[in-house]
């Protein structure tokens, strides 16, 4: 019996240590894989200095960036939850393969280029001239084709008069990825503006406009600060574009994202004596500088590497002014830029009546142009935007540049709903876009999910997401104003909408009529 027990005890033994060694077997299986899948995921996302920035329409490059997609939301939910099957389909490329997005564009004629290549004679002509080579610049071999062209070069042959870049041109990965890694030969302070910034120069001829990281990314700007005297973000700057971009506009030149050596990359490049004279070394062994500008360009608000290392955007340069000659104006709701006075549109509600019959908004898409703006900008809290520019050769039939967008997405917990003004007051809105902010108002295609998914290609995601989740959220919650602002006017008005789409029918355009 006592045997008989022992033999029944010694098989349960057996039996619980073969259990014990197939649930550890399945363990380590699945322990496994996940190191595995993540062996093969991660490098692609951490290869941080190429940024994707890919049209949906390629291909071949759609699958990768999919996954860099799906990484960066799993990633940016990295909350312990496991993204769902749903949200980790790539909402941007649905959004960007979306009927809006792909609006048959009018056939460009020659004088909608802002800029053509030289005939061949033209071009002999001037090769004479700039035969010489600079030092560290790339001997320049450029012909009338295209395929000889860098990235920036490509992207200004491709600036027409209604948009600045085509968004599905695969130029664009190029170019922000040219801007991303290329080396930087030359950084000197930028004239013009209150606030500093760089423009750096790389080997191929191109240039970019530099924003240095002045604050944390998630500091909220100081209540009692004015508008005006806010810190620029280089971060604003990033999400702008992205913005601009997620709206359909592609108004504002392509930013990047890029972590330089403030010592390597703009102390020991720079020929500029007065922006040298400004770097020190800070208590903490950081290396700073200060530059020379009208506000904050001072040793009490120094911008400075850790100890080297720095975040900044860089935005691809317009072609120069001598090439391409822009016109600003003066934004019929700017700001009184006082403590104490109010602008002319903040005492008269029927101020729209006015601008609407002056030129040049009394004709053509210039109001509804800045409309858009307005939108962009109520989006984004921007509340800086005094002036804007168009290209001259364009005379008054051409989008509105949006350029300066540093003062944007200061805050948060708060909107600024003056910013809506000329919508609110004009109750006038182009089609294409109201139908654009509806569908971002959508579950399958929400604004923050779209933008934190586009923000997620830039290279420094990989440093810490250029949005945070709050100033995501207040995307959302804004859209949602801008929508009941537009049903406001609808209510009270007939003639809201600008029809800018009229050959198309609702339902192509994935609209319940
Ligand atoms: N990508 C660009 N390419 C070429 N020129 C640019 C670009 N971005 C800005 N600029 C020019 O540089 C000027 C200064 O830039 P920006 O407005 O960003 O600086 P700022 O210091 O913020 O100016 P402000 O204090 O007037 O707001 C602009 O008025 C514009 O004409
Ligand atoms: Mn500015």
Excluded at 56 to 66: K, M, Q, T
């Amino acid at each position: 019996m006592v045997h008989l027990n022992l033999r029944h005890s010694t098989r349960s033994i057996y039996l619980g240590l073969a259990c014990v060694s197939l649930t550890l077997h399945l363990l380590l299986a699945l322990f496994c894989l996940s190191v595995l899948q993540s062996a093969c995921v991660l490098p692609t996302s951490s290869s941080s200095s190429v940024p994707r920035i890919d049209p949906v329409s390629h291909a071949s490059s759609s699958s990768s960036s999919a996954a860099s997609n799906k990484q960066a939301n799993s990633r940016q939910h990295g909350d312990g939850h496991k993204p769902s099957v749903e949200s980790s389909r790539s909402k941007l490329e649905e959004l960007f393969r979306h009927p809006l997005y792909n609006l048959p564009r009018p056939k460009l004629q020659e004088d909608d280029w802002l800029l053509r290549l030289k005939t061949d004679a033209e071009a002999e002509e001037t090769e004479q001239q700039s035969a010489s080579e600079e030092e560290g610049y790339d001997k320049v071999t450029w012909t009338r084709d295209e395929e000889t062209h860098p990235p920036w070069l490509r992207f200004h042959l491709g600036i027409s008069r209604w948009e600045l870049y085509d968004r599905k041109d695969l130029n664009l990965a190029q170019l922000t990825h040219y801007l991303a890694t290329q080396r930087i030969l030359g950084a000197v302070q930028k004239k013009g503006g209150t606030q500093l910034k760089l423009l750096v120069s790389f080997p191929n001829y191109g240039q970019a406009l530099l924003k240095p990281m002045r604050q944390s990314r998630d500091a909220e700007t100081d209540v009692n600060l004015f508008y005006f005297s806010d810190f620029e973000r280089h971060n604003a700057e990033i999400a702008a574009f992205h913005l601009d971009r997620v709206l359909g506009f592609n108004r504002i030149p392509p930013v990047v994202g890029r972590l330089i050596n403030v010592t390597t990359q703009i102390r020991e490049v720079t020929t500029d004596e007065r922006l040298s004279r400004t770097f020190f070394t800070s208590p903490a062994g950081n290396v700073c500088f200060y530059g020379k500008c009208e506000y904050y360009c001072s040793v009490e608000h120094p911008v400075c590497g850790r100890p080297h290392a720095l975040e900044v955007s860089l935005a691809t340069m317009l072609p120069d002014l001598s090439l391409a000659p822009r016109r600003s104006w003066r934004s019929p709701w700017r700001r009184s830029y006082s403590r104490t006075k109010l602008a002319h549109w903040e005492k008269d509600a029927a101020y729209c009546d006015t601008v609407k019959e002056t030129p040049p908004y009394n004709r053509g898409t210039r109001l509804v142009d800045l409309i858009d703006m307005a939108v962009l900008d109520f989006l984004m809290s921007n509340m800086d935007r005094h002036h804007y520019e168009t290209f001259e050769e364009f005379g008054n039939e051409t989008f509105l540049l949006h350029l300066d967008n540093g003062r944007a997405f200061g805050r948060h917990s708060q909107d600024e709903p003056s910013i809506l003004a000329p919508l609110v007051q004009c109750c006038r809105i182009r089609r294409s876009t109201l139908l654009r902010l509806r569908l971002l108002s959508r579950p399958d295609f929400r604004l923050s999910d779209v933008m934190r998914e586009s923000l997620a290609q830039d290279p420094l995601s990989a440093v810490a997401p250029l949005l945070s989740e709050p100033h995501l959220s207040a995307l959302d919650r804004r859209l949602a104003t801008v929508l009941a602002a537009v049903q406001s006017c609808q209510d009270r008005n007939e003639d809201v909408v600008y029809n800018d789409l009229d050959e198309h029918d609702d339902q192509q355009l994935g609209e319940n009529p």
